[in-house]
């Protein structure tokens, strides 16, 4: 009998990353309620070599849909994406 066990979830991206889509900077969605395709194109966006450059956005090639990262507590995710702290926060932050 084959029992599944966790040794792939390190794969796994962390469900606190919120997302709003570039269309609608309004609504705020949590990674887990994209559409499966986008949460792909991020994971595989995340789980790239780093040494490219921040991004601004995440855009899904199936779907069309671009979306923004509010928020995330992934340090994987933090250094693959610029995100953008809501409509207020829209001027550049001083770098750290
Ligand atoms: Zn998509």
Redesign the pocket.
Known sequence: MLMKSGARKRRTLRPDTVLSPVSSPDEEYYLWAL?V??IR?LKREVLRRPGERRRLELA?G??G?SWRITSSLDERVLSRFVTHAGPRAGGSHPAA
């Open positions: 559409p395709c986008c194109a899904c199936v779907c849909r």
